[in-house]
């Protein structure tokens, strides 16, 4: 039987502050906002808050741009307001989790503006500098060939000290130098036992696997034609010293609270690398979220060159990461969506007026029957969709989605084309999606903001027909079919968050039916993904199936036939 930690049966609920609820008015969410909530996500049937970065920053990243580890940003509040909410959330038998954003600081953060001062400066060494390098003509390049994610080259020149300095992702978000002793104890210090002395209960990782870059820092291999910045996630990924680092984190930090951890690691697709991280024995996160899910569909040169994917591809992975742990001391986390993805009703199911609902549900009923830590991102919970496509590229805030339009924009001289796709990319995966208010009601600003002139970003347009208060009151709604949905995977804690996963007619490309056993129980789901009938082939499995749960209220049809989006989960007995 496997432990029963409070991190792996319990129900993990984000919250992204800039857009979670406004108290004073100023058109941005806070934390005071946050405390006001805390009985509607308890009662929703949530165990552990993550908040996103609340940390003072100057922004450029929405917060993951740090610039000071021991202060709230003060539009979001005040540290004495972080620990009410810790309040809030302990008493009522809620953990809160904060954001771990570490790799990097913004370089208005202390640290950097010392490092940046004198290559004499103590501090020079606590960021990655390197020299220029000269082209044959004598042009100044960049020490190596690397693209940051947010576009342009991952290396800045400085004037002042005539060298470059790395940022993986924002100009103003200079990489600490993590092969510095002095540093990473500065980082512990600051960042963590800061927090965990207040009570915070454990950090979702940023970029965890991303530390350890080794020191050669190689070019590149040239996958984008025609353009000298190269993705080269492959090369700063995983490098060598990074499970040393994070036992060392462990050991030195860690292992002295009763927390969790759970680390985000990008290019990383071996189930057998992923378990280093996170078997028990070695002592380094307690899981960590893949990528696979949420990249589905974006292109190979750039996320935003949307290529699309099948059904079958998104089942193999829920398969392949579902079963990565079996056998094993691992542990494993199931989410959909979060603040870097479009909405998962919008990308992997149907959000048309008519469908939309159906299909929350349908997404509601695939996470709360597997394996694994379920997160849920707010606005998951009545079903909140993309924004619509009516929306011009002035409407988007993002760093991401910005600097990459544009990029493509001058690279082809407004090919419209090529700008075109960008855009539809960007309809369907931009970082924005999940970044509009939270919906909380239907009067002005959906209940976000009292704002007279609106919140910091646009209010969806249907914000009347999604929204908080009209689903709580609705027996049916998708706010409440979430609800029974958590009920449903605690109540049966064995199938559903621990047991076994089986996937059943793989390459189905309409509907993905799969297995949960754990010891003789055993359920089935079958899930329609199309806005067709679809026949449901029963799976070979002993036992009668005896439906427990369905997003259509009983079985809508026949027992072989799944209407449009339909999804059901059956007891074998
Ligand atoms: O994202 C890290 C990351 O690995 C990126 O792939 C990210 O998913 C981005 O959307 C690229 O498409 C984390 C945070 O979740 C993100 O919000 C931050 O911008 C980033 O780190 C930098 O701190």
């Given at each position: 039987v496997p432990d029963r930690i409070w991190w792996k049966d319990g129900t993990v609920y984000q919250i992204y502050p800039a857009s979670y609820k406004d108290s004073n008015n100023d058109g941005l969410g806070d934390i005071p906002g946050i405390v006001s909530k805390i009985d509607y996500i308890k009662d929703l049937g949530i165990d552990i808050v993550w908040l996103s970065p609340m940390y003072d920053s100057p922004q450029h990243d929405m917060g993951y741009d740090i610039s000071n580890y021991e202060a709230v940003y003060p539009p979001y509040g005040t540290v004495a307001d972080l620990e009410t909410l810790i309040e809030a959330c302990h008493s009522r038998g809620l953990r809160l989790i904060l954001d771990l954003v570490i790799n990097h600081t913004s370089d208005e953060h202390q640290w950097f503006k010392e490092s940046r001062r004198s290559k004499a400066d103590p501090k020079r060494d606590w960021y990655i500098w390197r020299p220029a390098k000269y082209a044959a003509d004598g042009?100044?390049?960049?020490?190596?060939?690397?693209?940051?994610?947010?576009?342009g080259s991952a290396w800045q020149w400085d004037e002042h000290t005539q060298e470059y300095y790395l940022h993986l992702f924002a100009t103003q978000q200079p990489d600490l130098n993590w092969e510095n002793a002095t540093t990473r104890r500065a980082i512990y210090d600051s960042a963590m036992e800061f927090w965990l002395q207040k009570g915070v209960d454990g950090f979702r990782v940023d970029t965890v696997n991303m530390y350890?870059?080794?020191?050669?820092?190689?070019?590149?291999?040239?996958?984008?034609?025609?353009?000298?910045?190269q993705p080269a996630s492959s090369l700063f990924c995983n490098g060598p010293r990074m499970h040393e680092f994070l036992r060392e984190m462990n050991t030195q930090v860690l292992s002295k609270y009763d927390t969790m951890t759970v680390g985000e690691l990008p290019g990383t697709p071996d189930p057998k690398h992923v378990l280093r991280y996170v078997g028990s024995g070695d002592k380094q996160l307690n899981m960590i979220f893949q990528f696979d899910i949420v990249d589905l569909g974006g292109g190979k040169t750039h996320k935003y060159e949307y290529e699309g994917y099948q059904l079958s591809e998104m089942k193999a992975i829920v398969a392949k990461w579902q079963q990565f742990i079996d056998g094993s001391d691992g542990w494993t986390t199931v989410f959909c969506e979060n603040h870097d993805q479009g909405r998962s009703v919008s990308r992997f199911a149907s959000d048309a007026p008519e469908w939309r609902e159906r299909s929350s549900k349908l997404l509601a009923i695939m996470m709360c029957a597997l394996t694994g830590t379920l997160f849920i991102y707010q606005g998951q919970e009545i079903g909140m969709i993309n924004a619509p496509t009516t929306w011009p590229i002035e409407d988007y805030k993002d760093i991401e989605s910005l600097n990459y339009y544009h990029s493509v924009a001058k690279r082809t001289n407004n090919d419209t084309e090529a700008v075109a796709h960008v855009m539809k990319s960007i309809q369907i995966l931009g970082r924005d999606h999940a970044r509009l208010p939270m919906q909380w009601d239907s009067t002005p600003y959906a209940g976000f903001t009292g704002k007279k002139d609106g919140a910091w970003m646009r209010t969806h347009d249907l914000y009347k027909e999604i929204n908080v208060a009209s689903q709580l009151n609705a027996p049916?709604?998708?706010?409440?079919?979430?609800?029974?949905?958590?009920?449903?995977?605690?109540?049966?804690?064995?199938?559903?968050?621990?047991?076994?996963?089986?996937?059943?007619?793989?390459?189905?490309?309409?509907?993905?039916?799969?297995?949960?056993?754990?010891?003789?129980?055993?359920a089935v789901v079958a899930l329609n993904f199309t806005d067709s009938e679809q026949p449901f082939k029963r799976p070979q499995v002993q036992g009668k199936l005896q439906l427990l749960v369905s997003n259509v209220g009983g079985v809508d049809g026949t027992e072989d036939m799944l209407s449009p989006y339909e999804g059901r989960v059956y007891l074998a007995l």
């Amino acid at each position: 039987v496997p432990d029963r930690i409070w991190w792996k049966d319990g129900t993990v609920y984000q919250i992204y502050p800039a857009s979670y609820k406004d108290s004073n008015n100023d058109g941005l969410g806070d934390i005071p906002g946050i405390v006001s909530k805390i009985d509607y996500i308890k009662d929703l049937g949530i165990d552990i808050v993550w908040l996103s970065p609340m940390y003072d920053s100057p922004q450029h990243d929405m917060g993951y741009d740090i610039s000071n580890y021991e202060a709230v940003y003060p539009p979001y509040g005040t540290v004495a307001d972080l620990e009410t909410l810790i309040e809030a959330c302990h008493s009522r038998g809620l953990r809160l989790i904060l954001d771990l954003v570490i790799n990097h600081t913004s370089d208005e953060h202390q640290w950097f503006k010392e490092s940046r001062r004198s290559k004499a400066d103590p501090k020079r060494d606590w960021y990655i500098w390197r020299p220029a390098k000269y082209a044959a003509d004598g042009t100044r390049m960049p020490p190596n060939n690397w693209r940051s994610f947010f576009s342009g080259s991952a290396w800045q020149w400085d004037e002042h000290t005539q060298e470059y300095y790395l940022h993986l992702f924002a100009t103003q978000q200079p990489d600490l130098n993590w092969e510095n002793a002095t540093t990473r104890r500065a980082i512990y210090d600051s960042a963590m036992e800061f927090w965990l002395q207040k009570g915070v209960d454990g950090f979702r990782v940023d970029t965890v696997n991303m530390y350890s870059k080794g020191t050669e820092l190689p070019d590149a291999p040239v996958i984008d034609q025609g353009i000298f910045e190269q993705p080269a996630s492959s090369l700063f990924c995983n490098g060598p010293r990074m499970h040393e680092f994070l036992r060392e984190m462990n050991t030195q930090v860690l292992s002295k609270y009763d927390t969790m951890t759970v680390g985000e690691l990008p290019g990383t697709p071996d189930p057998k690398h992923v378990l280093r991280y996170v078997g028990s024995g070695d002592k380094q996160l307690n899981m960590i979220f893949q990528f696979d899910i949420v990249d589905l569909g974006g292109g190979k040169t750039h996320k935003y060159e949307y290529e699309g994917y099948q059904l079958s591809e998104m089942k193999a992975i829920v398969a392949k990461w579902q079963q990565f742990i079996d056998g094993s001391d691992g542990w494993t986390t199931v989410f959909c969506e979060n603040h870097d993805q479009g909405r998962s009703v919008s990308r992997f199911a149907s959000d048309a007026p008519e469908w939309r609902e159906r299909s929350s549900k349908l997404l509601a009923i695939m996470m709360c029957a597997l394996t694994g830590t379920l997160f849920i991102y707010q606005g998951q919970e009545i079903g909140m969709i993309n924004a619509p496509t009516t929306w011009p590229i002035e409407d988007y805030k993002d760093i991401e989605s910005l600097n990459y339009y544009h990029s493509v924009a001058k690279r082809t001289n407004n090919d419209t084309e090529a700008v075109a796709h960008v855009m539809k990319s960007i309809q369907i995966l931009g970082r924005d999606h999940a970044r509009l208010p939270m919906q909380w009601d239907s009067t002005p600003y959906a209940g976000f903001t009292g704002k007279k002139d609106g919140a910091w970003m646009r209010t969806h347009d249907l914000y009347k027909e999604i929204n908080v208060a009209s689903q709580l009151n609705a027996p049916d709604s998708v706010l409440n079919f979430w609800k029974k949905m958590l009920q449903t995977r605690k109540a049966q804690k064995d199938l559903f968050i621990h047991g076994r996963f089986e996937g059943f007619d793989m390459d189905n490309q309409e509907t993905f039916v799969f297995g949960k056993t754990f010891g003789k129980d055993r359920a089935v789901v079958a899930l329609n993904f199309t806005d067709s009938e679809q026949p449901f082939k029963r799976p070979q499995v002993q036992g009668k199936l005896q439906l427990l749960v369905s997003n259509v209220g009983g079985v809508d049809g026949t027992e072989d036939m799944l209407s449009p989006y339909e999804g059901r989960v059956y007891l074998a007995l």
